[in-house]
């Protein structure tokens, strides 16, 4: 993998910070991750993308937390599990059901989008907003106009998929809570993002958490860290028979 320095340095840091933590491990079920875990094993690639997105969110501005560790990664790669995951695309109930089926609630679905306060994403997400939403030819209404005529330059109609934009025009680099102050005014990019608040479904359920998160960085802080925990709980592999510790994250070992 080609990393950057400043990558590995952070990711050396992250997993060394690991090694000297203190041993607790979390109380109650069976299989338990742990903070000790790599005082006698290896890092695996699970792990690593968990300590990576910790470390890249506080060196960025962001909150801070324990990440526990001693996922294993899968024996196997499943495409239809992967439709699970959230979509650009995916309105408020199916982003509301696809969190609620991992036990995931709203506050977890309104914290864990604030992860688009940084990064870029690919015009491709955002075409069916800016040319042809909903398959009417139209933008989408709940778009900004002068945000919507300012993307538009940056992703034209026929233009490149892969052109990379940043997801939080007003501080691309810097992990704060302008995500939600842009869906205030209705600036959020991609379809999920702004169905937190414009959807009809969001009144009296998500819209209030993207209020308070637009007024307390603070607030959205103490739920990012909360709810990165909470999901990186799910259902994680423990147990040796059922995973193992992958050589090359994107492969099963041996294929
Ligand atoms: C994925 O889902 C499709 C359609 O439901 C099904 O035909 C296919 O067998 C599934 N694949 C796996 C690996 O489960
Ligand atoms: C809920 O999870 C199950 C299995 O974990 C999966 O088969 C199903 O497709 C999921 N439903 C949604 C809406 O994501
Ligand atoms: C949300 O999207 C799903 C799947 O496309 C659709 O069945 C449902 O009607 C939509 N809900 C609303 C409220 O638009
Ligand atoms: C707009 O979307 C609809 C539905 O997905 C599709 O049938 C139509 O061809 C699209 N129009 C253009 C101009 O791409």
Same mark, same amino acid.
């Given at each position: %993998?080609?990393?950057?320095?400043?990558? +590995?340095?952070?990711?050396?840091?992250?997993?060394?910070?690991?090694?000297? @933590?203190?041993?607790?491990?979390?109380?109650?079920?069976?299989?338990?991750?742990?903070?000790?875990?790599?005082?006698?094993?290896?890092?695996?690639?699970?792990?690593?993308?968990?300590?990576?997105?910790?470390?890249?969110?506080? /060196?960025?501005?962001?909150? &801070?937390?324990?990440?526990?560790?001693?996922?294993?990664?899968?024996?196997? &790669?499943?495409?239809?599990?992967?439709?699970?995951?959230?979509?650009?695309?995916?309105?408020?109930? @199916?982003?509301?059901?696809?969190?609620?089926?991992?036990?995931?609630?709203?506050?977890?679905? @309104?914290?864990?989008?604030?992860?688009? *306060?940084?990064?870029?994403?690919?015009?491709?997400?955002?075409?069916?907003?800016?040319?042809?939403? &909903?398959?009417?030819? %139209?933008?989408?209404?709940?778009?900004?106009?002068?945000?919507?005529?300012?993307?538009?330059?940056?992703?034209? +109609?026929?233009?490149?998929?892969?052109?990379?934009?940043?997801?939080?025009?007003?501080?691309?680099?810097?992990?704060?809570?302008?995500?939600?102050?842009?869906?205030? @005014?209705? +600036?959020?990019? /991609?379809?999920?993002?702004?169905?937190?608040?414009?959807?009809?479904?969001?009144?009296?359920?998500?819209?209030?958490?993207?209020?308070?998160?637009?007024?307390?960085?603070?607030?959205?802080?103490?739920?990012?860290?909360?709810? %990165?925990?909470? %999901?990186?709980?799910?259902?994680?592999?423990?147990?040796?028979?059922?995973?193992?510790?992958? *050589?090359?994250? +994107?492969?099963?070992?041996?294929?």
């Amino acid at each position: %993998m080609a990393a950057s320095p400043s990558f +590995r340095s952070a990711a050396a840091a992250g997993v060394l910070l690991a090694m000297v @933590v203190a041993a607790v491990c979390l109380p109650g079920a069976a299989a338990q991750l742990c903070e000790d875990y790599y005082d006698d094993t290896c890092p695996d690639a699970y792990d690593i993308l968990a300590i990576a997105a910790e470390i890249s969110v506080e /060196l960025s501005g962001g909150p &801070s937390w324990g990440v526990l560790l001693g996922r294993l990664d899968g024996k196997t &790669s499943d495409f239809n599990g992967s439709l699970d995951l959230p979509a650009p695309t995916d309105n408020l109930t @199916v982003l509301q059901q696809k969190f609620s089926n991992l036990s995931l609630n709203d506050v977890d679905l @309104v914290a864990l989008s604030g992860g688009h *306060t940084f990064g870029r994403v690919q015009c491709q997400f955002v075409t069916d907003r800016l040319y042809n939403f &909903s398959g009417t030819n %139209m933008p989408d209404p709940t778009l900004d106009s002068s945000y919507r005529a300012f993307l538009s330059q940056r992703c034209p +109609r026929n233009g490149a998929p892969a052109s990379l934009n940043d997801l939080d025009p007003t501080t691309p680099d810097t992990f704060d809570k302008n995500y939600y102050t842009n869906i205030e @005014v209705n +600036r959020g990019f /991609l379809n999920s993002d702004q169905e937190l608040k414009s959807s009809p479904q969001a009144q009296g359920t998500t819209a209030p958490i993207v209020d308070q998160f637009a007024g307390s960085q603070d607030a959205f802080f103490a739920s990012f860290a909360q709810s %990165m925990i909470n %999901m990186g709980n799910i259902r994680p592999v423990t147990d040796p028979s059922q995973g193992e510790v992958r *050589t090359n994250c +994107r492969r099963v070992n041996g294929s």
